[in-house]
């Protein structure tokens, strides 16, 4: 399809040895990489529709359901887009929403400063020494849940980051609630768009070690930093997207 405004494509990947066939439509005009994200949201879905269908065929079974938001206290990894997309989704919030969603983050934002975790967060050594699974094992342990979490549902599925997409357990639900890695079996994925994007957004020069905005800091961060990501058109979005996760170029 093609019209003035939009272009399909498709694109074919070998994904884990399983060949996987993606349309996209994307913008023909320069964009904000934002208006990309429900294109790379897509089609992280199929990725993590195929791992789910390896792991059943397997044997195996996802242990992930609604109402179960055990994870939802992690530190959720965001590209640097996905920061400035969450707060312009939550400044288009209605009130009195908005002021709730934002009253969350900010009493979130203060109990981790006050414990000096994003300090620790920055200050991370290399994470092949562990330091920074322990700074991550740190936050979940404080229980602070995801100013998005309700009754333990996440209330913008839709919009929900790459990272949490990309996240399924195998071990009993329950097994959450204590995470370790020996507790928790989590399913691999051969691809995660999330480290791609974050690659590719990466504008702050965040360091090799924590290339990422924790959640929790997203209306803070876009606050501090004005957007000021160049804008391109969508095939030149998803040519850097696959040059990085390929790492080979990709005509545009
Ligand atoms: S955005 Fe949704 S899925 Fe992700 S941690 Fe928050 S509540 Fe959970």
Redesign the pocket.
């Known amino acids: 399809m093609e019209n003035e405004d939009w272009i399909t494509g498709n694109i074919r990947l070998l994904v884990g040895g399983e060949p996987l066939e993606l349309q996209m439509t994307v913008p023909v005009k320069p964009v904000k990489p934002q208006r990309m994200l429900p294109i790379f949201q897509q089609m992280t879905d199929s990725f993590v529709g195929m791992a789910e269908n390896s792991v059943e065929s397997a044997g195996g079974k996802i242990s992930c359901g609604k109402g179960c938001?055990a994870?939802?206290r992690q530190t959720?990894p965001l590209a640097e887009i996905e920061a400035y997309q969450i707060a312009e989704m939550v400044e288009a919030f209605p009130e009195p929403r908005r002021r709730e969603i934002k009253t969350r983050f900010e009493t979130a934002w203060h109990h981790f400063s006050e414990i000096g975790w994003f300090e620790r967060l920055d200050n991370c050594p290399d994470f092949s020494h562990g330091e920074r699974e322990k700074v991550v094992l740190d936050y979940f342990r404080e229980g602070v849940p995801?100013p998005?979490?309700e009754d333990e549902i996440?209330?913008?599925?839709q919009m929900?980051?790459l990272a949490?997409r990309e996240y399924l357990v195998t071990s009993p639900a329950e097994n959450c609630a204590e995470l370790t890695a020996e507790n928790v079996k989590t399913v691999d994925l051969p691809i995660k768009p999330s480290e791609t994007m974050r690659k590719i957004s990466n504008r702050r020069n965040l360091n090799q070690t924590v290339n990422f905005v924790p959640?929790v800091l997203a209306l803070e961060w876009a606050q501090r930093f004005p957007d000021d990501f160049p804008e391109k058109t969508g095939e030149h979005w998803m040519a850097d997207f696959f040059t990085t996760l390929t790492k080979s170029e990709i005509p545009k």
């Open positions: 938001g994870c939802c959720i995801c998005f979490l996440c209330s913008i599925h929900r980051p949490c959640l």
